[in-house]
């Protein structure tokens, strides 16, 4: 799949309206009960990135991005405006924020992950874009020093450098900002200045992608 490692312009993202969606098939039972069944393992995320959009800069600003892109061709990174960062809105990023795995002694790659859960149940969503620079690690709750590993940005991948490799049985977290993947779902952008001006904005679907 053809990704571009391009943000999605920042302003035209923080009044973007949309969030995750799930699949669940629920079926009526004659005792007046539900059988329900998880189709998707893993949210998928939809956005209307058309509420961002406040001035005709803006427009052009949205159409040389589309152009870009191919329309629906290339997938993006995307800032959701809320969920964005390892740590709670609002709160500092720490290498302490998230577990994405514990030490063999070997193994010196591990996958950025954020959990989401409450007292029932979890869910560990795999973050495969983080920003760069923004990545915090810590073994063991210490931090790491930043040239004891190395993070693919296209990938989530945390790499540690030779020595330095998580011992046995050693918990390894993270912070990190992150951008989601998507592209635009629709094929062609309806511009009208008139109707723009009157108030109305055009709708900008944008759908979450696997990279």
Not at 113 to 139: F, L, M, N, Q, W
Request: hydrophobic share 40%; no cysteine.
């Amino acid at each position: 799949m053809s990704f571009h490692e391009v943000r999605f312009p920042l302003r035209l993202s923080l009044s973007v309206s949309g969030g995750p969606e799930r699949k669940v098939d629920i079926v009526n039972l004659s005792n007046g009960r539900e059988a329900r069944n998880r189709r998707w393992r893993d949210a998928r995320r939809r956005y209307d990135a058309g509420s961002g959009v406040r001035s005709v800069a803006d427009l052009y600003v949205l159409l040389e991005f589309f152009e870009a892109r191919g329309g629906a061709l290339h997938g993006f990174r995307f800032r959701d405006p809320v969920d964005f960062s390892s740590s709670a809105p609002g709160d500092p990023v720490t290498g302490l924020d998230q577990p994405i795995g514990i030490g063999d002694g070997e193994t010196a790659v591990f996958q950025l992950t954020k959990t989401y859960g409450d007292v029932a149940a979890s869910h560990r969503r795999r973050i495969e874009k983080p920003v760069e620079a923004t990545v915090r690690v810590a073994v063991g709750g210490m931090p790491v020093a930043a040239d004891a590993f190395a993070v693919d940005t296209a990938t989530g991948i945390v790499h540690f450098a030779e020595g330095h490799v998580p011992a046995e049985g050693v918990a390894i977290r993270a912070g990190f900002e992150f951008d989601v993947p998507v592209r635009f779902d629709l094929d062609r952008i309806e511009l009208n200045l008139e109707a723009f001006r009157a108030g109305r904005i055009p709708s900008i679907p944008l759908i979450e992608i696997a990279p």
